[in-house]
């Protein structure tokens, strides 16, 4: 008599599981593998992108197969990025530019995790014009492991002040003669044994301009010459200064410009006699940036009266004004007026 016991093998299963730690999010597709009970098996862990190994270790990565199924887990965990510089630059100086407040520069630094996504942007920078066709092209992109910087560049906004002055009329007598776009000569004529009682105005035209992108503040000084005085027809922006000259704090915000007269009345007589220099200049710029004026060339214009007297044939009298408008670096055209006797020539 035989008597068989048959038996089979127990089946069971391996699982092989790949989890960011801390998360237990899959980062790759579970391994399963069907074995029986008492199987040897090994595993290993496999390379995942952008994610370095991370402890524990599985104790079972190697073994026997159990009854149960087998499950071996490993753990990774995000490679961290290298750090990312964010700079905004002056591009004139290259140097960054400060905060004024905390009184730090403007950049920062970023990091994350490799692979995945940054992004910086420009800043609006108060007196400051970003130059886009400099615009960084790593500005956006993917985190990696080395270090890197991204620069934005900016160029200060310019300020600057200008001043023009010319001679905008010429009166005698309250006859008017020309004004400053007149090329022709212009006359009038008086009896010559009058020129003690001849009345001659000359109104100036004072523009000034704020040329740059900045709001500001220009402190003006005319200089009054001898031989003349202030009339009030003046504009009320000036304030007379002890030497007898005039200041005036003009504000203008960028692109603006202000027109401001000067009315001054000769003293008239043959002893006031000669070239007398008009100069306007702009003394003292300010503005909320702190920044200096572009240029200061053009911060100063004049405008030249030669006053004569010449003398003709008998009592006649002939006496000559010659106005020459003269702008810093230039000159202007001249302006005759002629002042005649009227009289009949004496034998």
């Known amino acids: 008599t035989q008597i068989i016991y048959h038996y089979k093998k127990v089946p069971t299963d391996l699982v092989v599981k790949y989890l960011e730690k801390g998360t237990n999010q899959p980062l ?110 790593n500005k956006e992109g993917i985190y990696q492991i080395e270090d890197d910087t991204i620069i934005y560049y900016y160029r200060k906004l310019p300020f600057n002040f200008s001043i023009d002055k010319t001679i905008k009329e010429i009166t005698v007598d309250g006859e008017k003669l020309g004004n400053k776009k007149g090329k022709d000569i212009l006359k009038v004529e008086v009896v010559g044994s009058k020129i003690n009682e001849t009345e001659v105005v000359v109104t100036y035209s004072i523009v000034v301009r704020n040329t740059g992108k900045i709001d500001g503040t220009a402190e003006l000084l005319e200089r009054i010459p001898k031989g003349y005085t202030i009339e009030e027809k003046t504009s009320k922006e000036w304030k007379k200064t002890k030497h007898g000259n005039l200041t005036a704090n003009i504000n203008l915000k960028a692109g603006e410009e202000k027109e401001l007269e000067v009315v001054l009345r000769w003293k008239n007589g043959n002893s006031n006699l000669g070239q007398m220099s008009n100069t306007v200049e702009i003394t003292k710029t300010s503005n909320p940036a702190g920044y200096k004026e572009t240029t200061i060339e053009d911060n100063k214009s004049e405008a030249d009266v030669l006053m004569s007297v010449k003398t003709g044939v008998g009592k006649n009298v002939i006496a000559t004004v010659l106005v020459a408008v003269i702008a810093v670096g230039m000159l202007g055209a001249y302006h005759t007026i002629l002042i005649k006797d009227l009289k009949k020539k004496e034998e």
Do not use: C, W
């Open 28 to 137: 790759l597709e579970e391994e399963h593998q069907k074995g029986f009970m008492g199987d040897v098996y090994e595993t290993t862990r496999k390379e995942v992108e952008n994610y370095r190994a991370a402890a524990p270790e599985p104790e079972n990565a190697k073994g026997k197969l159990a009854r149960e199924t087998t499950y071996v887990t490993y753990y990774y965990e995000k490679i961290p990025s290298g750090k990312i510089t964010v700079k905004y630059v002056d591009i004139d100086t290259n140097e960054e530019i400060i905060e004024k407040i905390e009184n730090k520069p403007y950049g920062y630094e970023i990091s994350g995790y490799v692979g995945e996504k940054y992004q910086t942007e420009e800043k609006n920078i108060p007196y400051y014009e970003y130059i886009k066709e400099k615009e960084p092209t």
